[in-house]
C-alpha cells in the first residue's frame, strides 16, 4: 500500500479541519499591501478591505514560487521518504502556481501533477474527493488517482456572487461601463469558471440576498449536484442571518449539513467583503 500525500495551494481556501483530517500540506500564495507581502493565510483577511478602503488601492496577490513548492515537497519526503506526492493546482491559467510547483517537481520522483482548473471551493471541492478516493482505495496507483481527478473535475462545477463589484472593477475585471450600469438597475452577476477561467455567470435582479437565492436555486437546477461534496464559501461580511438562509436553501435539495469554507485573502481581494460561492460535484451520467 502506497504513502499518498495531497499538497495543493492556499487559495483552495481549505478550512483547518479538512487539512488536518487529510493530512493535505499547503503551499502559500502571497497578497501585497502597499510595500509589504504577505503570505496568504498568515493574516487576517479583513486587512484586505481595510488596506483598499484606506488607500484606495487594491492588493495584489501572486501564486507560490518554485522554492515554496520545493521546501514544501523536500520536507515530506524527509519525513516520509517513501511517499508519493499529489499535486491538485490552483487553476494554472489564473497564476504560475502550477507552473512554480512543475519546476520544483523535477527535482524529486514520485510527485504526480494535475490542475483542478478551479479557485478556492472549487479545488477545494476536488481536493476534498480526491482524498476521500484514495482513503477508500488505498491500492490505487498514482495513475488511476490523476485519472479520478481529470473525471470530477470536469463534473464540478463552482458560482460566486459578489455583495459589490467595486474590487472586480477596480482590478480591471469589469468595466466602468458596467459597473455603473448593474450599480443603477441593482444587478448582481455571478461569476463561475470553464476551463479554468473566471467568467460572468447569470445576471440576477433585486436585493442581493434575493439574489443570492437565486442564484443557489439556479445552481441545483442545471446540475444534478451529489449533495455530499457540496462546499460553500464566504468572505469576511457575510452575516450570521446569511449562513441561516443558505443552510435552509441547502437542505431543500438534500444537503443536510453546510460545510463553510472562510474565504481566504487571494479570492477576497477580488470578490470584496460579503461574496458567497457554492461548489459541488455533479452525478457521473
Not at 504577505?38 to 495584489?60: A, C, I, M, R
Not at 477545494?124 to 473535475?153: G, H, L, M, W
Not at 438562509?245 to 477580488?270: C, K, P, Q, T, Y
Request: charged content about 25%.
Amino acid at each position: 500500500m502506497k504513502k499518498y500525500i495531497i499538497t495543493t495551494e492556499s487559495g483552495s481556501d481549505l478550512s483547518k479541519e479538512m487539512i488536518d483530517r487529510y493530512n493535505i500540506k499547503v503551499i502559500p500564495m502571497y497578497v501585497t499591501m502597499g510595500d509589504q507581502t504577505y503570505p496568504d493565510g498568515s493574516f487576517d483577511v479583513q486587512k484586505v478591505f481595510d488596506h483598499y478602503e484606506k488607500t484606495g488601492n487594491l492588493p495584489k496577490t501572486s501564486g507560490s514560487s518554485p522554492q515554496d513548492n520545493t521546501e514544501v515537497f523536500k520536507q515530506i519526503f524527509e519525513e516520509h521518504p517513501d511517499a508519493y506526492i499529489i499535486h491538485i493546482g490552483y487553476s494554472a491559467v489564473t497564476t504560475v502556481s502550477f507552473n512554480a510547483a512543475n519546476i520544483a517537481a523535477q527535482e524529486f520522483e514520485n510527485i504526480y501533477l494535475v490542475d483542478s482548473k478551479f479557485v478556492t471551493i472549487g479545488a477545494a471541492t476536488i481536493v476534498k474527493a480526491t482524498a476521500q478516493f484514495i482513503e477508500e482505495n488505498p491500492n490505487a496507483s498514482p495513475e488511476e488517482i490523476i485519472t479520478f481527478v481529470e473525471d470530477i473535475r470536469e463534473r464540478t462545477h463552482m458560482v460566486f456572487l459578489p455583495k459589490t463589484l467595486q474590487y472586480l472593477k477596480a482590478g480591471g475585471r469589469v468595466s466602468n461601463l458596467a459597473y455603473y450600469g448593474a450599480s443603477l438597475l441593482n444587478i448582481h452577476p455571478s461569476i463561475k469558471l470553464e476551463n479554468g477561467y473566471l467568467v460572468s455567470g447569470e445576471k440576477y435582479r433585486g436585493p442581493y440576498d434575493k439574489c443570492l437565492k437565486k442564484m443557489f436555486k439556479n445552481f441545483f437546477q442545471s446540475h444534478k449536484i451529489d449533495p455530499e461534496t457540496v462546499l460553500v464559501v464566504g468572505t469576511p461580511g457575510v452575516e450570521d442571518v446569511q449562513k441561516e438562509m443558505i443552510h435552509e436553501l441547502l437542505r431543500e435539495h438534500g444537503v443536510e449539513e453546510l460545510r463553510w469554507m472562510n474565504a481566504g485573502a487571494v479570492i477576497s481581494s477580488h470578490g470584496g467583503p460579503g461574496a458567497i460561492g457554492i461548489a459541488g460535484i455533479e452525478y457521473k451520467q
